[in-house]
């Protein structure tokens, strides 16, 4: 079975400063990896995700992640935060099917942004 | 696009008593629909896999008696809390993967239900 780690359990940055969340998987096939955002009392949206190609995959909202295999690390970045970026940030990944397989969380990251 | 309601968005009811919930994928067809429970501060906790036309496949640990799952079509499936008890109160949340772009999963708003 997969399982997602978290290491950042709450992180309180400054507008402006860079961003890096980190997350790292264990599972012993291919995986897809995904970054979902939950802002305040709203919904999980799709950040980014990776099936394949380049593993610096691009989002929305100006973050990307890179998906270093040898490190089965997943991390999410963003050079310059927003205000508007506090939010709960979740990694998740499913294995590999081809199909809809289950998702597992890790058990996210609460990012507080000052001004 | 690729949108997914839930509803009702939160529910009280009294112990013993039955909820359903419903999940919608509002402009696309799902094929699989999950159901996630959602602790206060927690991550999602995957409940069970629910396939159009089949039988839900349910994650160890949870009851299939107790959390029925249907998915009738392609675009709703339903989570019945039956015999509603304190400890259910939670937050339910559906996600539903498109017919053919299977790989991703897309959230509904979730449903608090508050067991009293």
């Known amino acids: 079975a997969q399982s997602v780690s978290q290491h950042n359990h709450h992180v309180i940055l400054s507008e402006a400063a860079s961003l890096e969340l980190g997350c790292n998987y264990s599972?012993?096939?291919?995986?897809?990896l995904f970054w979902y955002v939950q802002y305040p009392g709203q919904h999980l949206q799709l950040l980014l995700k990776?099936?394949?190609?380049?593993?610096l995959v691009k989002g929305i909202k100006g973050f990307e992640a890179e998906f270093i295999k040898s490190k089965f690390s997943f991390n999410l970045r963003k050079p310059s935060v927003q205000w508007s970026d506090t939010a709960e940030y979740f990694c998740?990944?499913?294995?590999?099917?081809?199909?809809?397989?289950?998702?597992?969380f890790g058990t996210g990251t609460r990012l507080q942004v000052t001004l | 696009g690729a949108v997914v309601s839930q509803h009702p968005s939160w529910v009280i009811c009294k112990s013993g008593t039955s909820v359903k919930i419903e999940c919608r994928s509002l402009?696309?067809?799902?094929?699989?629909m999950f159901w996630y429970r959602q602790f206060p501060k927690q991550s999602l906790m995957l409940m069970a896999t629910?396939?159009?036309?089949?039988?839900?496949?349910?994650e160890q640990g949870v009851e299939k008696d107790k959390f029925l799952i249907n998915h009738a079509s392609l675009t709703l499936s339903t989570l019945t809390v039956t015999s509603a008890h304190p400890e259910d109160s939670s937050f339910y949340i559906c996600?539903?993967?498109?017919?053919?772009?299977?790989?991703?999963?897309?959230f509904g708003p979730g449903t608090r239900l508050l067991v009293l």
């Open positions: 996600s539903a993967s498109e017919q053919g772009l299977s790989e991703t999963q897309y």
């Open positions: 599972y012993g096939g291919t995986v897809n």
């Open positions: 990776y099936f394949s190609g380049d593993p």
């Open positions: 998740a990944v499913n294995p590999y099917t081809g199909t809809a397989s289950k998702l597992t």
């Open positions: 402009d696309f067809q799902a094929t699989t």
């Open positions: 629910s396939n159009e036309g089949s039988k839900a496949t349910y």
